[in-house]
T-cell receptor
Framework: DAEITQSPRHKITETGRQVTLACHQT?????MFWYRQDLGHGLRLIHY???????NKGEVSDGYSVSRSNTEDLPLTLESAASSQTSVYFC????????????FGPGTRLLVL | AQTVTQSQPEMSVQEAETVTLSCTYD???????LFWYKQPPSRQMILVIR??????QNATENRFSVNFQKAAKSFSLKISDSQLGDAAMYFC?????????FGEGTQLTVNP
């Protein structure tokens, strides 16, 4: 069965370190998304991609970057981790525009000390 | 920018009863899609139901149905015959193009 996976599921790091969260989907979806979830804010969009070599900033992109070298993967990098980036991170994918829903990975809980 | 508002941070329902979760949104678009997602304690986001704005008929998925009022920009979720497994955070989401905008969620408790 097609799926979307994230790794690691839990991560503890120190401020200033670079951290990369992996996202891999086997749906063959063109669209991929990264969100963060914090209490009181729901899910907020960090970055998204509509295909290989395409990346776009979301509403909370500062301090994060992504790259898309193939259809299956969209890694999220925190260039210099900050305590404000402690959160739960979700990756999602979907077919192109229209009624297609986004399918979510299981999430990565990141703690920045 | 589109906004999605869920005015009920918490709701509770007795097992086997019916509960309605509210959602309103703001948009100037005429063609868009609406979704309800469920997030149980496992934190996995699970699609519950979707609605196309151009369809007048309300979507239904087993015990889950929506009341879509396009003019009022309202999209409520009704859960019938509530079960203990329905306890979760529920998120309303709006989509035009490819991007989703989420509400802040409603925490649903199901009492036995």
């Amino acid at each position: 069965d097609a799926e979307i996976t994230q790794s690691p599921r839990h991560k503890i790091t120190e401020t200033g370190r670079q951290v990369t969260l992996a996202c891999h989907q086997t749906w063959n979806h063109n669209n991929m998304f990264w969100y963060r979830q914090d209490l009181g804010h729901g899910l907020r969009l960090i970055h998204y991609s509509y295909g290989v070599q395409d990346t776009n900033k979301g509403e909370v992109s500062d301090g994060y970057s992504v790259s898309r070298s193939n259809t299956e993967d969209l890694p999220l990098t925190l260039e210099s981790a900050a305590s404000s980036q402690t959160s739960v991170y979700f990756c999602a994918s979907s077919e192109s525009e229209g009624p297609a829903a986004q399918y979510f990975g299981p999430g990565t809980r990141l703690l920045v000390l | 920018a589109q906004t999605v508002t869920q005015s009920q941070p918490e709701m509770s329902v007795q097992e086997a009863e019916t509960v309605t979760l509210s959602c309103t949104y703001d948009t100037s678009e005429s063609d868009y899609y609406l979704f309800w997602y469920k997030q149980p304690p496992s934190r996995q986001m699970i699609l519950v139901i979707r609605q196309e704005a151009y369809k007048q008929q309300n979507a239904t998925e087993n015990r889950f149905s929506v009341n879509f009022q396009k003019a009022a920009k309202s999209f409520s979720l009704k859960i019938s015959d509530s079960q203990l497994g329905d306890a979760a955070m529920y998120f309303c989401a709006y989509k035009d193009g490819s991007r989703l905008t989420f509400g802040e969620g409603t925490q649903l408790t199901v009492n036995p």
